[in-house]
């Protein structure tokens, strides 16, 4: 009797729960759910092998929890539906790779004319499957990438893999494909003319590629496959979009890949970079930009460089990315920088209340919050800030230090696209509403790196290393929002101090010569081999002549030769500097 009524009151919580569930010894057999509702992941298809490398072809199983439910799979990275591929046996899988390549044939991508890989390039295959309940309600998508005969070592070296499934027609579709020139690059060339001789748009960049926005992010999946087959990995499904500026146009675009409640998981729990975070809200995979045809490593070992220094840096590593299968090349796989970016380093500051301002416009935060930034420009700018009860204010509005490591290290590097010469490629953050027990949540705007590939001397072939770009701030000669604050604090003798012992540390700590060396080293080591691989899958680029090998090893030779050049005149530049405030 007691039992009886410990099984009623059971039924009847399922039942103020909305679903009745029966359950016998080969599990979950019934659900009453909606036609519309997606379950949970328990009643999603379990594959009988995981993502991954395999020596010898097999066979896939693919079964589902719910007893009576139908599977259906797709293999070309589409999302699976009840028109796709009904699921009646066990799927043979084996080395995908000689097969014709498909995503890697579509023409349309670059304007100055397209590469497509006259042999197959490398593959696995990408299954996904959903289940339909006996009720009509759908489960969610389990997907899998498995790659047959292929030696990971050889293939892709000691890099994390990513797996990338999207729709095709979501990423090259005429339409809606956010990876292809498409409509938009068409409708610009009927209406404003023809191109140049070249392919290329003269008057300017157009295309479904370069358009932003939450209207241009395509639903996605993917999976994580670590260095170390014994680790785990992790599957999740996100949204993407293309990022970057001008490095839209290349063939390998750069992207960012976003969690959303809508999508699925709304943040990867996962330690991607090896420092200790494993929160992140979304995170980007970067072609190089300016570095595309070059180094490729270069932002992400500037940054790691300066990451002891008092300001923001993106945690980079490298990894390779397939889609729908299909090898796609080498990336950097980097942090991204919004509010979650903030409230995941423990600052104590909560997404909401983060303002981030790029380039003068808000990125985080509310239309109203521009007023902050606004407010703090006009007054070091507006004001003496030799006078001590000036600057002490302007001391209350912005992190000096951060200021003075920030400029210290642009300044070093020579970059020629930024807060000093065209206003571009700046941040800034602050918490909305200060929190003055929290250090990093006392309301003063604090600097953030990101994109500093157009340094280095990049297009001097390494030779140009005594570039002035502080003289020119100084002189007046530049406007840029940074130029302008820099200009005005210099006026004061403590900010002065400052801003002259982080040049110091710039070259003596962080930029040491065989501090330097080390880290081209280890990068040239990470990155060789699999930019060898990228150039096969995407082609050489307009710079790239001869031997892979030795135009890759004479590119890092550029930067390597513009650092050590660098270190040794810069002693005497801040001494120049010096004389100059």
């Not at 191109?195 to 993917?222: H, I, K, Q, V």
């Not at 960012?256 to 330690?271: A, P, Q, V």
């Not at 300016?290 to 990894?319: G, K």
């Not at 210290?408 to 602050?430: E, G, Q, V």
């Amino acid at each position: 009797m007691k039992d009886s009524k410990i099984i009623l009151i059971f039924a009847a919580v399922l039942l103020l729960l909305g679903a009745a569930y029966a359950y016998t010894s080969e599990g979950i057999v019934s659900a009453e759910v909606r036609e519309d509702t997606v379950l949970p992941e328990e009643y999603a298809p379990r594959f009988s092998a995981q993502t991954g490398f395999y020596d010898e072809p097999f066979f896939l199983t693919i079964s589902c929890p719910v007893r009576g439910a139908e599977i259906y799979y797709t293999m070309d990275g589409s999302v699976p539906s009840e028109e796709s591929a009904h699921y009646e046996a066990p799927i043979p899988l084996t080395d995908r790779t000689p097969q014709p390549n498909v995503l890697s044939a579509l023409a349309g991508v670059c304007p100055d004319g397209d590469f497509l890989p006259s042999e197959p390039v490398l593959k696995g295959n990408v299954i996904r499957a959903m289940a339909v309940l006996p009720d009509g309600s759908r489960s969610r998508v389990t997907n899998g990438t498995y790659f047959i005969g292929t030696d990971r070592e050889e293939s892709v070296g000691s890099l994390p893999v990513i797996s990338m499934y999207a729709d095709p027609q979501d990423l090259f579709s005429h339409e809606r494909g956010i990876y292809v020139l498409g409509k938009i690059y068409e409708d610009h060339i009927m209406s404003e003319g023809a191109p140049g001789t070249d392919g290329s748009d003269e008057e300017g960049l157009y295309g479904n590629c370069f358009m932003r926005g939450r209207e241009w992010e395509r639903p996605a999946a993917m999976d994580y496959i670590p260095v170390n087959p014994e680790e785990k990995g992790f599957s999740t499904d996100i949204g993407v979009r293309i990022m970057g500026g001008s490095s839209r146009a290349y063939m390998q675009k750069s992207f960012r890949l976003k969690c959303r409640s809508e999508y699925g998981d709304k943040n990867i729990y996962y330690d991607l970079f090896g420092d200790g975070h494993t929160k992140h809200k979304s995170f980007l995979l970067r072609n190089g930009g300016n570095d595309y045809d070059y180094a490729r490593f270069r932002d992400p070992m500037l940054q790691e460089l300066v990451s002891d220094r008092d300001i923001e840096t993106q945690a980079s590593v490298p990894a390779v990315l397939f889609i729908d299968g299909e090898y796609w090349g080498l990336y950097a796989m980097t942090e991204d920088y919004d509010g979650h970016y903030i409230e995941n380093r423990g600052y104590g500051v909560k997404a909401e209340n983060v303002v981030m301002i790029k380039n003068g416009t808000v990125e985080e935060g509310t239309d109203a919050d521009i007023t902050l930034f606004n407010d703090m420009v006009d007054y070091i700018t507006g004001n003496d800030m030799s006078d001590e009860s000036c600057y002490d204010t302007a001391c209350s509005m912005l992190d000096m230090q951060s200021f003075a490591d920030y400029c210290a290290f642009n300044i070093y590097i020579d970059n020629k696209d930024s807060f000093f010469t065209n206003d571009n490629n700046w941040l800034m953050w602050r918490a909305r509403v200060p929190d003055q027990n929290k250090e990093k949540g006392d309301g003063r705007w604090r600097m953030m790196v990101y994109d500093t590939d157009y340094s280095t001397g990049i297009y001097e072939n390494g030779e140009d290393y005594g570039g002035d770009t502080l003289g020119d701030v100084l002189e007046g000669s530049s406007d840029a929002t940074g130029s302008r604050l820099l200009r005005a604090l210099v006026k004061n003798d403590r900010f002065a101090k400052l801003f002259s012992d982080s040049l110091y540390d710039m070259r003596n700590s962080c930029f040491e010569r065989e501090r330097v060396k080390e880290a081209v080293s280890r990068y040239l080591s990470e990155y060789e081999k699999p930019m060898y691989d990228t150039y096969e899958r995407f082609g050489p680029g307009e710079r790239l002549w001869g031997d892979p090998a030795e135009y890759y090893n004479m590119r890092v030779g550029e930067l390597a030769g513009w650092l050590d050049g660098r270190y040794e005149t810069f002693a005497g530049r801040i001494v120049d500097y010096e004389n100059m405030w």
